[in-house]
C-alpha cells in the first residue's frame, strides 16, 4: 500500500524462478551490464566493517526523463537475507529495509546526497517500503515496487527529469545482502525505459570469486573539476586499481587492505572534463580472495561527491594515443 496518505497501490510482488542474468543485458540494471559487478551488497547494521561496508546502508537515485509518461516499477533481484548468493555470519538474523522517496527534497537535501546514513538521508516522501528477513519466497527471486507515477519524483531542471531515490539499510543482525535493482517499465519483467539512468554516491560492492573478471565504476567528472580524491574501504589488497580515460591509458590507485581507507589523487585533465572515468578493479592473480566487498567513493576539489552511473554518461571510455593532451592541465603529483 501507499504510505503517508498517498494514492493506494497494491505492491507488486513477483515471484518467478528467474536467473540472475536473466533480462540484464537490454535494460537498467544496478549494477549495470558494462560494469560487470555482480550485486550490491549491504550488510546488517549489527555486522563487522571488516566484511567490507562501512556503514550498513546503501542509496541510489533513479532519473526518469520528463518525457517519458507511463508508470515505471523499481525491481529488487533476492531482496531478502538468506539463501544462495548472500553471505552468512554464524546464523541467518538480518533484516533488511527497502524504502522508496519520491516528492520535493528526495535528491535535492544534503543529506540525500551525503556519504553516511545520518540526519534526513530518508528526506522526501515515502512511497514504498518493505521490509525482509531470511525468506525462501524471494531468494533468487524478484520483488516489484510500484506502479509509480513518474511525477511523482523530485523534478531537476537542469536534467529536465524526475528523480526518485531507494535506501537499502540494514535495520539488524550481521549478515550480508546481495541484491541488483532494474528499473523496468513492466512489473513482470525488465524493460528499460529509454533516457533513463541510476547513479549513487558511494558504492558498495561484490566482486567476483574469481581471478579473471574485471570489474568497473564510472565515477562521472563535472565542469569545474581540477582534480578528484578516490578513497576505498577494505579492497583486502586483493590486487590493483587503475584510473582509465580517453587521455589516460591507465594510473594505478592506491588500493586499501582489510578494515581500512585508502587515499588517492588525481588531476583532471581538460579532455575528461564532462565524461567518466573507468575505473578497474583487477584482481590478484596468485590467490582467491572469495567474497571481497569493497566500497568507492570520490569527491571534487570542493568536497562534493562525484556520481557513479550505471550506465556511463560519454559512453565507457577507451584510451586513444591519437587525442592530444592540454598540457597546462597537467600537474604532476
Known amino acids: 500500500m501507499r504510505i503517508n496518505g498517498y494514492i493506494n497501490h497494491k505492491i507488486v510482488l513477483i515471484a518467478s524462478l528467474v536467473m540472475v542474468s536473466s533480462g540484464f543485458a537490454t535494460g537498467q540494471p ?38 517519458y509518461k507511463e508508470p515505471f516499477y523499481i525491481r529488487v533481484f533476492d531482496p531478502d537475507t538468506g539463501g544462495e548468493h548472500d553471505e552468512i555470519n554464524g546464523t541467518w538474523n538480518t533484516r533488511m ?26 528526506s522526501g516522501t515515502l512511497l514504498f517500503q518493505r521490509t525482509f528477513g531470511a525468506d525462501n519466497r524471494y531468494d533468487n527471486n524478484w520483488y516489484t515496487f510500484g506502479p509509480i507515477n513518474p511525477t511523482e519524483g523530485e523534478f531537476y531542471s537542469k536534467w529536465q527529469s524526475y528523480v526518485f531515490k531507494i535506501i537499502c539499510d540494514g535495520i539488524s543482525g550481521d549478515d550480508g545482502n546481495t ?14 525505459i529509454e533516457g533513463a539512468n541510476a547513479f549513487t554516491y558511494e ?51 592506491k588500493a586499501s587492505g582489510e578494515d581500512e581507507w585508502a587515499e588517492d589523487q588525481i588531476t583532471v585533465l581538460d579532455e575528461e572534463i564532462g565524461k567518466s572515468y573507468d575505473f578497474q578493479f583487477i584482481k590478484r592473480k596468485d590467490f582467491l580472495v572469495r567474497n571481497n566487498n569493497v566500497v ?10 562525484l556520481k557513479f552511473f550505471s550506465v556511463p554518461i560519454g559512453g565507457v571510455p577507451k584510451y586513444n594515443p591519437g587525442i592530444v593532451v592540454n598540457k597546462k592541465s597537467v600537474i604532476s603529483k
Open 30 to 67: 544496478v549494477p549495470g551490464d558494462a560494469e560487470n559487478i555482480p550485486y550490491l551488497i549491504t550488510f546488517g547494521k549489527g555486522g563487522k566493517t571488516s566484511w567490507g561496508d562501512d556503514d550498513f546502508s546503501q542509496t541510489w537515485f533513479f532519473q526518469i526523463p520528463a518525457t
Open 179 to 192: 541484491y541488483r535493482y532494474f528499473l523496468s517499465r513492466d512489473a513482470n519483467s525488465n524493460r528499460a
Open 296 to 305: 568507492v567513493r570520490v569527491e571534487n576539489q570542493y568536497g562534493e561527491m
Open 97 to 122: 529495509q527497502y524504502s522508496v522517496y519520491g516528492g520535493a527534497g528526495c535528491f535535492t537535501h544534503e543529506d540525500a546526497k551525503a556519504i553516511n546514513p545520518v540526519g534526513n538521508y530518508h
Open 203 to 253: 558504492y558498495t560492492f561484490r566482486m567476483w570469486n574469481d581471478l579473471e573478471n574485471v570489474m568497473h565504476i564510472y565515477p562521472y567528472i563535472d565542469s569545474g573539476c581540477i582534480y578528484v580524491k578516490i578513497n576505498n574501504f577494505d579492497w583486502d589488497s586483493d590486487g590493483t586499481i587503475m584510473a582509465i580515460s580517453e587521455v589516460r591509458k591507465g594510473q594505478l590507485l
